[in-house]
């Protein structure tokens, strides 16, 4: 076949981006920079600003778990809208990839909050908002291992695979969605402990922190939309459909003419 009816029959293969989807994506990654800059704000205005050691290693917790738990696991999330044409395989390693950082980083938060709580001799998981969140580390630990086990490393079927991605869909919005609502937890936890009924007041700090709760929900909001908006879905490429087709055929004894 000549080169040119090949380079037509790959650029007919390339779905079309629609035209609405970068403007939200762009968006949903102006309203996660503004909530990881206005959490340093916050930290840093009225908590003194962060450090490993003494009484500003708290700061650290809610820092990093805003940038791994809810930014980058956001955009982990968008990697298959945003990247519709790239090569399947390339998409599913970024995927995995920015799950890792952001586990990496959210341990980072997690292990200051417990090494600051040892020190100063505070109890350990006792709020709602601890439950919460260790609940939200254990699953995304899980969902990512799973997820790993069935679509990275090779041994899985195709129909188990076909089977299992749906679930893998739905508890991935899910531990997000549990992430944004336990940092809202944890920001009314933070408020109270340290306003008290001065919160009541309407007070600089309090205000900030309500907007940067709102930005929150704003975040998640647009990054479930993006997700769920069918027409907006990454389109299997001809060349994974032939694969795919090829695959099940081996491994399962199935031919085209059957389906």
Same mark, same amino acid.
């Given at each position: ?34 909530? @990881? ?6 930290l840093?205005? $009225? ?7 003494g009484?500003? &290693? ?7 778990? /805003? ?5 980058? &696991?956001? =955009?982990?999330l968008? /990697?298959y ?25 959210? *341990?980072?938060? /997690?292990?200051?909050?417990? =090494? ?5 001799? $505070? ?15 254990? %699953?995304?630990?899980?969902q ?19 089977? $299992? ?29 340290? %306003? ?10 309090? @205000?900030?922190?309500?907007? %940067?709760?709102? *930005?929150?929900?704003?975040?998640? @909001? ?18 994974? &459909?032939?694969?795919?087709? =090829? ?6 004894? =199935? ?5």
């Open positions: 076949m000549p080169s040119s009816c090949l380079s037509m029959e790959s650029r007919a293969g390339l779905a079309a981006t629609p035209g609405a989807l970068p403007y939200y994506v762009a968006f949903s990654q102006l309203l996660g920079l503004t909530v @990881v800059a206005m959490t340093g704000a916050w840093g205005l $009225y908590r003194g600003g962060i450090a490993w050691e009484a500003l &290693q708290f700061n650290v917790h809610p820092l990093c778990m /805003v940038i791994g738990l809810i930014f980058l &696991q956001g =955009d982990a968008l /990697v809208r945003v990247f519709r044409n790239e090569a399947k395989r390339t998409t599913k390693v970024l995927h995995g990839l920015l799950h890792v950082f952001a586990f990496i980083i959210a *341990l980072v938060g /997690v292990v200051a909050v417990f =090494d600051y709580h040892r020190k100063k001799g $505070y109890a350990d998981l006792y709020s709602l908002h601890s439950w919460c969140g260790i609940l939200v580390c254990i %699953l995304f630990f899980v990512w291992l799973v997820g790993f086990s069935f679509f990275l490393f090779p041994g899985a079927s195709f129909s188990l695979r076909g089977r $299992y991605r749906p679930q893998h869909v739905f508890f991935g919005a899910t531990i997000f969605l549990l992430s944004v609502g336990t940092a809202l937890l944890g920001l009314k936890e933070a408020l109270l402990f340290k %306003l008290g009924a001065k919160y009541s007041t309407f007070g600089a700090e309090g @205000v900030l922190a309500n907007v %940067l709760g709102l *930005l929150l929900v704003g975040f998640g @909001v647009i990054v479930l939309y993006i997700l769920t908006h069918s027409e907006w879905k990454r389109p299997p490429q001809a060349e994974e &459909q032939a694969l795919s087709m =090829d695959f099940k055929t081996l491994t399962e004894g =199935d031919s085209p003419s059957s389906q």
